[in-house]
């Protein structure tokens, strides 16, 4: 009887172990992991506005023109499309745009690219891009970078009168100016 017992609380223990080894498992990690910007005056200032996006690597591959084709929506980023949330309603090329929370697309382009600022929120990249949903366009010019940056980055530059989403990978960045109201 007592073997009995003592297998049992062998088999039990060792399926505690197991149950414990399975429970510390994680997913493999994603390889274009999620990030945020966010724009503030100062650090104890109330956020302007936040960009929500996935950083893709480079990866000794070309980007532009080749795996983020010229000419074609793009979800600025990888997995789900980026999102952008402005606290305050803020000025896109004398576009009122309201507070809220938008999904952000580019059209990179050779010399310009288009940023489109879009009301269809929660969507994964630009496979169900919809145009009439459109709140603003710009276009900006396309820069070199000093040097080439690995992942896809973004961060918000303060600028006299509003703030600037810098978005920048492998050689080229762009600068994105929405003005305060």
Known sequence: ???????????????????????QEFPQMDSSPMDLAIA???RNAPPQARVIYSRPSKKDRTIFGELVPFDKVWRTGANEATELTLYNPMLLDNKKI???TYTLY??????????IINSDINTWG?????????VARIT?????TVAPTETLSMVF?????????????????????????
């Not at 900006?140 to 070199?144: C, D, E, G």
């Open 1 to 23: 009887m007592k073997t009995y017992f003592a297998s049992i609380l062998v088999v039990l223990t060792l399926f505690t172990a197991l149950e414990t080894l399975n429970a």
């Open 40 to 42: 503030r005056a100062d």
């Open 98 to 100: 309201l507070a809220g």
């Open 106 to 115: 580019t059209i990179p382009g050779e010399d310009n690219w288009t940023v």
């Open 126 to 134: 630009a496979y169900s891009y919809k145009k009439d949903k459109d």
């Open 140 to 144: 900006v010019p396309r820069r070199n």
């Open 157 to 181: 530059r303060p600028d006299a009168d509003g703030i600037s989403l810098m978005i920048g990978w492998d050689d080229t960045y762009i600068e994105v100016p929405f003005k305060h109201l």
